[in-house]
């Protein structure tokens, strides 16, 4: 992504489009690393993952809960500069049928192509953002970042974050730790790191959070837990 494209994305952010008027109680905008790293059996992994976290009893319940004030979901994946794909486009979970239509999509989405080597990860931040600014009506509006290293192409994530502070968006983080059990102990002294540097230069706002996955292994029940702890505290607070 260019740097004028990247400037028009944290532009709109400023006059977002319009969005649907019926009220949602949370956008979420879920980003997925797609990077190089990232082999194909960890893309299955993440994208298994996710879908089987959107399926499961509790996270079914907290995203039904509220069917007159929904959350609304898109899923998009992300690795270059220019590499950025929806692959759930904005979906209201009113019911059933919505959220099983989302999880089936994960289920059999096919990697579009060979991913670019960088990661992006300011440009993928820029991206969501401008995504969740077209849910005006959204009370919530919670960007989650999922990534494997950092980012090493197109801006720092710390030199995004100021552009996005005014626009009330929460960023949540999902980092995966080495996925190779032959690294042993090695695998929780990375996952350290790397949790610091996601908490130092991606989540934004007061209850902005990271969850770890030690391994895409584990991919499903650290998204579950982290999709709870997102859901869960807004419907509590609502009733």
Known sequence: MKRAQLTALLLALACPAAAHAAPCRQALALGLDVSGSVDAREYRLQLGGLAAALDSTPVRAALLARPDTPV??????????????????????????????????????????EAAPGTA??????YGAQQLATRASCWRKTLDISGDGKSNLGPRPRSIKP????????????????????????????????????????ILGPDAFVETALGFEDYTAAMTRKLLRELDGLVVSMN
């Open 163 to 202: 552009r996005l502070a005014t626009s009330g968006l929460t960023i949540n983080a999902l980092v995966i730790g080495a996925d190779d059990p032959a690294t042993g102990d090695a695998r929780q002294g990375e996952i350290a790191e790397l949790s610091a540097y996601f908490s130092a230069e991606v």
């Open 72 to 113: 609304e979901l898109l899923v998009y994946e992300w690795s270059g500069p220019q590499d950025q794909r929806i692959l759930v486009p904005w979906t209201r979970v009113t019911g059933v049928l919505p959220l099983d239509t989302a999880i089936t999509t994960l289920q059999t989405t096919l990697r579009h192509a």
């Open 121 to 126: 990860l300011g440009v993928a931040m820029a």
